[in-house]
Nanobody
């Protein structure tokens, strides 16, 4: 079971750090992906970190603004979002297929959190 936290309201240009943890197991051995779903839109991939900490961006436009890393304090995964824009407003989800490598797409992920809301507005 995955759980996201850290969402909230932020002004354009601001930053947020989301966290993905599990109450049942450590995430350190698995690839973890982040996804988002904006109002009225389909869910889309953001990026993924493999078990060896290799990063895959599902959308190139997020490079330079979004980064992902592992949090050794809680064996979780952190999504750092900078220079946020109103179009980044969405529910953000973390997911895993309990594999070591980043899957090719969201349909390959088997386990999902319930999401955390990120709102970017002035």
């Amino acid at each position: 079971q995955l759980e996201e936290s850290g969402g909230g309201l932020v002004q354009p240009g601001g930053s947020l750090r989301l966290s993905c943890t599990s109450s049942g197991f450590s995430l350190e051995h698995y690839a973890i992906g982040w996804f988002r779903q904006a109002p009225g839109k389909e869910r889309e991939g953001v990026l993924c970190i493999s078990s060896s900490d290799s990063i895959t961006y599902y959308v190139d436009s997020m490079k330079g603004r979004f980064t992902i890393s592992r949090d050794n304090r809680n064996a979780g995964v952190t999504l750092q979002m900078n220079s946020l824009k109103p179009e980044d407003t969405a529910v953000y989800f973390c997911a895993t297929d309990l594999g070591s490598y980043c899957p090719g797409g969201q349909h390959d992920y088997a386990y999902w959190g319930s999401g955390t809301q990120v709102s970017v507005s002035s």
